[in-house]
T-cell receptor, first 114, second 114 residues
Framework: AQSVTQPDIHITVSEGASLELRCNYS??????LFWYVQSPGQGLQLLLK??????LVQGIKGFEAEFKRSQSSFNLRKPSVHWSDAAEYFC????????????FGKGTKLSVKP | DAGVIQSPRHEVTEMGQEVTLRCKPI?????LFWYRQTMMRGLELLIY????????DSGMPEDRFSAKMPNASFSTLKIQPSEPRDSAVYFC????????????FGEGSWLTVV
């Protein structure tokens, strides 16, 4: 069965510092991979996605993520965090070849210190 | 382009009352999803439709919950009778078959049952 693990429930970083949010997945083949962001009181917004090809994926707001098949990981990174990045981040996997739903991780809440 | 539109955005109702949440997916999208988000359980898929047909409703918690999609541009999620434990944010989302499971979320309906 597919599953997604985000091991960090809450992370605090200083503004301007680098960020890495971890995501590990369990799936029998290479899935579709996604990162979404949710600001307080808002819906989920797609940051980036990996389908195939280059394993380093660029997204919106200066985020990137790297798919590492050997580690079953899809970690999200940003070189310099801004206060407006404070939000909750969700990693998700989807099964290739089906039009089913996405399986979401529990989320990582990011706080940014001035 | 309009995104996924949900109504109401906020609802407070008394236990035992019927609640109906509404969703208009993105025009042209042929898959529609209802998710529930709570602090304890995170983001859970309740049901999803493909071409207006329910494909997987295994996430619907009990018979008090029902969902319909009478046409490609409208869906409802109904709770009857409502209970305090149904208090959550309910998200509707939609996707296009050819988009590789990229799901676009609405802003959510924030339900409080007292």
């Amino acid at each position: 069965a597919q599953s997604v693990t985000q091991p960090d429930i809450h992370i605090t970083v200083s503004e301007g510092a680098s960020l890495e949010l971890r995501c590990n997945y369990s799936y029998g083949a290479t899935p579709y991979l996604f990162w979404y962001v949710q600001s307080p009181g808002q819906g989920l917004q797609l940051l980036l996605k990996y389908f195939s090809g280059d394993t380093l994926v660029q997204g919106i707001k200066g985020f990137e993520a790297e798919f590492k098949r050997s580690q079953s990981s899809f970690n999200l990174r940003k070189p310099s965090v801004h206060w407006s990045d404070a939000a909750e981040y969700f990693c998700a996997v989807g099964a290739r070849g089906s039009q089913g739903n996405l399986i979401f991780g529990k989320g990582t809440k990011l706080s940014v210190k001035p | 382009d309009a995104g996924v539109i949900q109504s109401p955005r906020h609802e407070v109702t008394e236990m035992g009352q019927e609640v109906t949440l509404r969703c208009k997916p993105i025009s042209g999208h042929n898959s529609l999803f209802w998710y529930r988000q709570t602090m304890m359980r995170g983001l859970e898929l309740l049901i999803y439709f493909n071409n207006n047909v329910p494909i997987d409703d295994s996430g619907m918690p009990e018979d008090r919950f029902s969902a319909k999609m009478p046409n490609a541009s409208f869906s409802t999620l109904k709770i009857q009778p409502s209970e305090p434990r149904d208090s959550a944010v309910y998200f509707c989302a939609s996707s296009l078959d050819s988009s590789g499971n990229t799901i676009y979320f609405g802003e959510g309906s924030w339900l409080t049952v007292v």
